[in-house]
């Protein structure tokens, strides 16, 4: 008889304050991940209407979806579409999301994530060949969040200020990305911990109980299993301010089915807790990869 056995590593990717280390390290940056041509195995852009052509020197993707809207532009150096090189762009509703570069398979250089609407800024990351190295600027509802990365980790002092321009707190990171100081703040300039402003979500009963019920109700899928399809479905989602789960994405997944196993049970999830921004009850998203393994 085959055991199902399912790994949990939740990643937060939002509450970055509460974290010294690079937070999208859980999610590599290459293009290695899918034989050529790299989008055939992939859940969301197999769905998609792909147009390729060569834009000087780079092959570029542009996948367009059922209603013929643009969703994603993707530049390669290589005509088999294997390693990621040049503009990199993501669209949303018509919208711009986000722009960047890669180099050598990885993203290099600045890159721009944008609101809803496309019309603003929400993130400003610089890379170094897949690691944060250099300026960092995040928004949430006008208010800052501004530093440095230094290979991957925090460095020196980063700052949080409300939108009315007031100082939200002060953290200093020594040279290996340890915060060695923090000092916040209300918006009363009255000191207060760190936890009266910021705070992730959080699952009623803590993550033992989310794992207990994440594995009391995921049924791995017959053809997955009988094909011997192991591997981890990443997912993206967002715990809005009443607690509910939405907007569940697929960020990467050995296969369709595994995917949407893992996404009805993940939409299903109860008993969330919203998280907290500058004080603010706030929508916060999540990476959170599953694996599914075959033990006989």
Same mark, same amino acid.
């Given at each position: 008889? @085959?055991?199902?056995?399912? !790994?949990?590593?939740?990643?937060? %990717? +939002?509450?970055?304050?509460?974290?010294?280390? *690079? $937070?999208?390290?859980?999610?590599?940056?290459?293009?290695?991940?899918?034989?050529?041509?790299?989008?055939?195995?992939?859940?969301?852009?197999? @769905?998609?209407?792909?147009?390729?052509?060569?834009?000087?020197?780079?092959?570029?993707?542009?996948? #367009?979806?059922? +209603?013929?809207?643009?969703?994603?532009? !993707?530049?390669?150096?290589? $005509?088999?579409? &294997?390693?990621?090189?040049?503009?990199?762009?993501?669209?949303?509703?018509?919208?711009? +999301?986000?722009?960047?570069? #890669?180099?050598?398979?990885?993203?290099?250089?600045?890159?721009?994530?944008?609101?809803?609407?496309?019309?603003?800024?929400?993130?400003?990351? %610089?890379?170094?060949?897949?690691?944060?190295?250099?300026?960092?600027?995040?928004?949430?509802?006008?208010?800052?969040?501004?530093?440095? #990365?230094?290979?991957?980790? +925090?460095?020196?002092?980063?700052?949080?200020?409300?939108?009315?321009?007031?100082?939200?707190?002060?953290?200093?990171? *020594?040279?290996?990305?340890?915060?060695?100081?923090?000092?916040?703040?209300?918006?009363?300039?009255?000191?207060? @911990?760190?936890?009266?402003?910021?705070?992730?979500? %959080?699952?009623?009963?803590?993550?033992?109980?989310?794992?207990?019920?994440?594995?009391?109700? !995921?049924?791995?899928?017959?053809?997955?299993?009988?094909?011997?399809?192991?591997?981890?479905?990443?997912?993206?989602?967002?715990? @809005?301010?009443?607690? *509910?789960?939405? *907007?569940?994405?697929?960020?990467?997944?050995?296969?369709?089915?595994?995917?949407?196993?893992?996404? $009805?049970?993940?939409?299903?999830?109860?008993?969330?807790?919203?998280?907290?921004?500058?004080?603010?009850?706030?929508? &916060?998203?999540?990476?959170?990869?599953?694996?599914?393994?075959?033990? $006989?």
């Amino acid at each position: 008889m @085959k055991k199902i056995t399912l !790994i949990l590593l939740l990643a937060i %990717t +939002k509450i970055s304050f509460a974290q010294n280390t *690079d $937070r999208n390290n859980s999610i590599q940056d290459t293009t290695l991940v899918y034989n050529s041509p790299m989008y055939t195995k992939d859940p969301v852009r197999s @769905k998609w209407r792909p147009v390729i052509k060569r834009t000087g020197e780079f092959y570029q993707v542009s996948f #367009y979806d059922r +209603k013929d809207i643009l969703q994603e532009v !993707i530049s390669f150096e290589d $005509r088999d579409l &294997v390693v990621r090189k040049g503009p990199y762009s993501k669209l949303a509703k018509g919208k711009l +999301k986000e722009k960047g570069n #890669y180099d050598k398979g990885h993203k290099h250089g600045e890159w721009i994530t944008y609101t809803n609407d496309g019309e603003e800024q929400k993130k400003i990351e %610089t890379y170094t060949y897949g690691k944060l190295d250099g300026k960092f600027i995040e928004y949430w509802l006008g208010n800052k969040e501004e530093g440095s #990365y230094v290979n991957g980790k +925090k460095s020196g002092i980063w700052k949080f200020t409300y939108k009315e321009g007031k100082i939200a707190g002060e953290e200093s990171y *020594d040279e290996i990305g340890k915060k060695i100081s923090g000092k916040y703040y209300d918006k009363n300039g009255v000191e207060v @911990k760190y936890e009266d402003l910021f705070s992730p979500p %959080t699952y009623k009963g803590g993550l033992k109980d989310f794992y207990r019920y994440l594995s009391s109700e !995921i049924k791995y899928p017959s053809q997955s299993a009988k094909q011997g399809i192991q591997g981890t479905v990443i997912l993206s989602f967002s715990v @809005k301010k009443n607690g *509910d789960v939405e *907007d569940v994405n697929i960020e990467r997944s050995p296969n369709n089915e595994l995917a949407i196993e893992a996404m $009805r049970v993940l939409e299903m999830s109860p008993d969330w807790m919203p998280g907290k921004m500058f004080g603010e009850v706030v929508n &916060v998203r999540y990476n959170i990869p599953i694996k599914f393994s075959l033990n $006989r």
